[in-house]
């Protein structure tokens, strides 16, 4: 266990990583993250290390963020069962 407990949406974007769906564009001064889920919940997800750019980040400028070894541990540990939508 990594002892980082996932909220649901950070779950699915923790899943959405692993799954290449998840962006980091740089457009003059600003960083964004985009994917098919809130990008509050990426970026709570990349300050605790358990999502990051890719070694060949600096040389684009929109990239898939990858799972760290800490992200890719979470998710196999990870107990989370995401509620259904009604």
């Not at 985009?34 to 990051?52: D, M, N």
């Not at 963020?65 to 509620?83: D, E, F, H, I, Q």
């Amino acid at each position: 266990m990594t002892g980082y407990k996932l909220t649901d949406a950070q779950y699915l974007a923790l899943q959405a990583t692993a799954r290449g769906e998840v962006y980091r564009t740089h457009s003059g001064s600003v960083y964004t993250l985009t994917g098919p889920c809130g990008s509050q919940a990426l970026w709570a997800l990349a300050r605790a290390g358990l999502i990051a750019d890719p070694p060949e980040a600096k040389k684009h400028r929109r990239y898939q963020m990858v799972l760290t070894a800490k992200g890719r541990a979470t998710l196999a540990s990870s107990n989370v069962v995401p509620k259904k939508k009604r």
